[in-house]
T-cell receptor
Framework: QQPVQSPQAVILREGEDAVINCSSS?????VHWYRQKHGEAPVFLMI?????EQKGHEKISASFNEKKQQSSLYLTASQLSYSGTYFC??????????????FGTGTQLKVEL | DAGVIQSPRHEVTEMGQEVTLRCKPI?????LFWYRQTMMRGLELLIY????????DSGMPEDRFSAKMPNASFSTLKIQPSEPRDSAVYFC???????????FGSGTRLTVV
C-alpha cells in the first residue's frame, strides 16, 4: 500500500518554512526523500534509516519516527528552486524486505516571490 | 559519470505494436529498477534486478510486459502488444545497494494511440 503524504499541495512565499509528512501503514526500515521538477526525473535528497535519526543538509532536513511509521521533511527559508513535487519512498519490513521502494502520493510545493 | 541513460526519450506508437525501452545503469550499481509514472497511480515499481537477476516482478501489469537484464550495463523493458492504457513515463533507476539512494534516468515518455 502506498504511503500517504500531506499536504497534497502547498504554496509558499520565498523565505517561508514548510513541513511535508509521510505516513505508512507498514513497519518501516528506511525512508527516502526525492524532489521532482516538472518534466524531469526524481532527484534523491536523503535517506533515513530506522533508529529515529534526523538528517539534513543546509536548509532541508528530515526526521524518521519508526514507532509511528512516519517521516517528515522540513524546508526552511524556502527558495524558488525548492519548487517541485516531493516524494517519500519507503522500504518496509524489519530487515528492509529487499531493495525496493514504494513511493508516496506526492506533495506539490510552489515557492513564489 | 553520465548517470542513468534511457532511450528513447519519447516514443509514439500505435496500439498493437511492440515497444522496447532501454536503460544503461550507472557503472558499479548492483540494483536496477523500472518504474512507471502516471497522474492517476503515481510512481509504480514494475520490476527490479539485483546483480542482473530479477528479484521482484510483482508490479508487472500483465504478460504483455517483460524485462531483461543480460549484463550489468544494460536492461530492456518490452511491451507487446502495446495498448493506450500503457501510456505513461517509464523511469529506470539504479542504486549502489540497500542503504543508498536511487539515481533515476531521464525517463521515456510513451504514448500509445
Amino acid at each position: 500500500q502506498q504511503p500517504v503524504q500531506s499536504p497534497q499541495a502547498v504554496i509558499l512565499r520565498e523565505g517561508e518554512d514548510a513541513v511535508i509528512n509521510c505516513s505508512s501503514s507498514k513497519a518501516l526500515y528506511s525512508v527516502h526523500w526525492y524532489r521532482q521538477k516538472h518534466g524531469e526525473a526524481p532527484v534523491f535528497l536523503m535517506i533515513l534509516l530506522k533508529g529515529g535519526e534526523q538528517k539534513g543538509h543546509e536548509k532541508i532536513s528530515a526526521s524518521f519516527n519508526e514507532k509511528k511509521q512516519q517521516s517528515s521533511l522540513y524546508l526552511t527559508a524556502s527558495q524558488l528552486s525548492y519548487s517541485g513535487t516531493y516524494f517519500c519512498g519507503t522500504r518496509a519490513g524489519v530487515t528492509g524486505g529487499g531493495n525496493k521502494l514504494t513511493f508516496g502520493t506526492g506533495t506539490q510545493l510552489k515557492v513564489e516571490l | 559519470d553520465a548517470g542513468v541513460i534511457q532511450s528513447p526519450r519519447h516514443e509514439v506508437t500505435e496500439m498493437g505494436q511492440e515497444v522496447t525501452l532501454r536503460c544503461k545503469p550507472i557503472s558499479g550499481h548492483n540494483s536496477l529498477f523500472w518504474y512507471r509514472q502516471t497522474m492517476m497511480r503515481g510512481l509504480e515499481l514494475l520490476i527490479y534486478f539485483n546483480n542482473n537477476v530479477p528479484i521482484d516482478d510483482s508490479g508487472m501489469p500483465e504478460d504483455r510486459f517483460s524485462a531483461k537484464m543480460p549484463n550489468a550495463s544494460f536492461s530492456t523493458l518490452k511491451i507487446q502488444p502495446s495498448e493506450p492504457r500503457d501510456s505513461a513515463v517509464y523511469f529506470c533507476a539504479s542504486s549502489h545497494g540497500q542503504n543508498y539512494g536511487y539515481t533515476f534516468g531521464s525517463g521515456t515518455r510513451l504514448t500509445v494511440v
